[in-house]
């Protein structure tokens, strides 16, 4: 455990998932001429954390020409302030088949950026 947590320990801590990856024991195998396991072209097999897919819900993964059977824990950089973070499966769980955003989507941002993008502007009304 201490040798996951200092390989995390420069990612930034999200609020609801933390900052170490969710290991499940689940490390499903692309199999995408068979149809079995489509992982998706944003889970670049250099990011994945190992041991941390969870099973998605194909039915609720809006106009997925194929979609996604798995989500795995994704390394990612941050766009704006370069610090690395996790983009949780949960989270990418969330995204796809609650928020139904379009699969291609990807997590650019840290959630401190994500939070500080949105700022004070967030609520506000228009006025015409």
Known sequence: MKRRTEAYADFVQHPRYGKLPRVTGLHPKED???????????ARPD???PDTAIVANTARQPNATFPVTHYFDLKRRCRDCDRPFLFFAEEQRYWYETLQFYLGVDCVRCIDCRVAERGPERGRVAVV
Do not use: A, P, T
């Open 47 to 49: 990011e994945r954390v």
């Open 32 to 42: 995408f001429l068979l149809g079995r396991v489509y992982l998706g072209w944003l």
